[in-house]
């Protein structure tokens, strides 16, 4: 760890670019299928940064050479050869159930490791490093937090750890032991929204906005019970009163404890756990969360297939791999047609679903399997029907098949296309059958359609 070195240079992260570079001349891409290189990238390339990445904050000039080597490795060829990134990088660093490879955006990853700090900061409170940067910043929010850095000089890491705030302030929860570090109105402790949102009119009226809980909350009485002691500046008009009952009611809907001696301090709590102690691991989701999106992960990654067949169906699903069309957008000059059927332009779902070659592999397979089924459109839609026809202890060979049908068919498509050979639509169809029973026999099962 570089200490003493300005924490924005680029030149401290120098020591991990060349480290990626040398790791990476060592490795023989030539080799090296595209799920070979999927699982270096996550296992290796991904984690060399992590050290830096935990404490510095990552200058985005360094991320992108950063990124621009994992892309490099990922899709590059040999040398100069050029080679086209089929799916852009921020698909690829979204989490398999969404659509992505998992790969590890640097960016959420910093802030992620970073938010270890901030959550230390609230609970460790006689650690020296948290006294030394209360003695120069000062604190803020019952302590919670340092006051916001706003000088040019002198504020060094801690400011580019306190620039994440507020992505992890609203996974936090307060809490209640003592309530003397809480602030009754502006704190979420009752809830996932703070008193003041809820009930801004009150908010507006209260005595005492920077209150805390224990200010607020009286004494227990004989019974042992606590009274809430919520003061405000003026007499509240008839249409006001449902508002102060409904408050008073959600107030005592909250239990808050009875203060003893040796009673715990206020805490925290980190809401994407469940044992709500904070993980890098959680607040990395959290920040990386794309709710909304709909992807057949488990028809792909769940299946006992080889990473390169799953590599290139999860293309094919997005509609990325180079057929005719693709290429055409690319700015290639060549004949749209599709060499399997010689009849219609050649696109993903074409190629893979509904040539005339194609179908009657699938018909061949479904006939054998004894299931009548229209073939979908798209190939997404193929995978998400697909999945598990036959119950989820009995369909780990039907599973198999949609890829490597998809991968017979794109291994003889580029036989054709590269190599020219060509032979008739019939006799193709059964060689792709043949060569199918036998790549689905190579990856460990026996495949016998009639005892099935």
Not at 98 to 110: D, I, W
Not at 286 to 315: E, H, Y
Request: aromatic share 14%.
């Amino acid at each position: 760890m570089p200490l003493g070195a300005s924490y924005k240079a680029v030149a401290v992260w120098n020591p991990i670019l060349e480290k990626l570079e040398r790791r990476l001349s060592g490795w023989q891409k030539l080799y090296l299928s595209k799920g070979g290189r999927l699982t270096l990238l996550k296992s290796t390339l991904s984690s060399l940064p992590t050290y830096f990445l935990s404490l510095f904050t990552i200058p985005i000039s360094v991320v992108r050479r950063i990124e621009k080597l994992q892309r490099d490795f990922l899709w590059g060829g040999l040398g100069d050869e050029v080679k086209h990134h089929l799916v852009s990088w921020d698909k690829v660093c979204a989490p398999k159930e969404v659509g992505g490879l998992g790969v590890r955006s640097l960016v959420l990853t910093n802030k992620a490791l970073l938010g270890k700090w901030l959550w230390r900061f609230g609970l460790e409170g006689h650690h020296l490093w948290r006294r030394v940067l209360v003695a120069k910043f000062g604190s803020d929010l019952g302590g919670w937090r340092t006051k916001s850095i706003r000088g040019p000089h002198g504020c060094g890491l801690w400011k580019g750890i306190m620039s994440g705030w507020d992505d992890y302030f609203q996974h936090v929860e307060f809490v209640v032991g003592q309530g003397n570090r809480i602030s009754f109105w502006k704190d979420k402790w009752c809830g996932d929204t703070s008193l003041m949102v809820l009930f801004p009119i009150l908010f507006a009226c209260s005595a005492n906005r920077e209150a805390t809980i224990a200010e607020v909350l009286s004494g227990p009485d004989s019974a042992g019970v606590r009274e809430w002691n919520v003061t405000f500046v003026r007499d509240f008009n008839d249409w006001e009163v449902a508002v102060v009952a409904e408050f008073l009611q959600f107030l005592h809907s909250h239990k808050v404890p009875i203060v003893v001696p040796n009673m715990a301090p206020d805490g925290l709590r980190w809401k994407p756990c469940k044992d709500g102690a904070f993980a890098s691991r959680s607040f990395y989701y959290a920040l990386n969360d794309r709710r909304g999106v709909m992807f057949p992960w488990k028809s792909i990654w769940r299946v006992k297939a080889p990473p390169r067949v799953a590599f290139f169906v999860w293309t094919a699903t997005w509609g990325r791999i180079l057929t005719c069309d693709n290429l055409m957008r690319r700015g290639y000059t060549m004949a749209g047609w599709c060499c399997m059927c010689c009849c219609d332009g050649e696109n993903v779902d074409h190629l893979l679903l509904h040539c005339n070659a194609a179908q009657k592999l699938w018909n061949y397979v479904l006939r054998n399997f004894r299931v009548h089924w229209v073939l979908p459109r798209q190939v997404a839609d193929v995978l998400f029907g697909w999945h598990n026809w036959f119950g989820k202890h009995h369909s780990h060979i039907w599973n198999l098949i949609p890829l490597c049908l998809m991968w017979t068919v794109w291994r003889e498509r580029n036989l054709r296309t590269f190599e020219d050979l060509s032979s008739s639509s019939g006799s193709a169809a059964w060689h792709l059958c043949d060569f199918f029973i036998r790549l689905v026999q190579d990856m460990g099962f026996y495949y016998c359609c009639n005892c099935y």
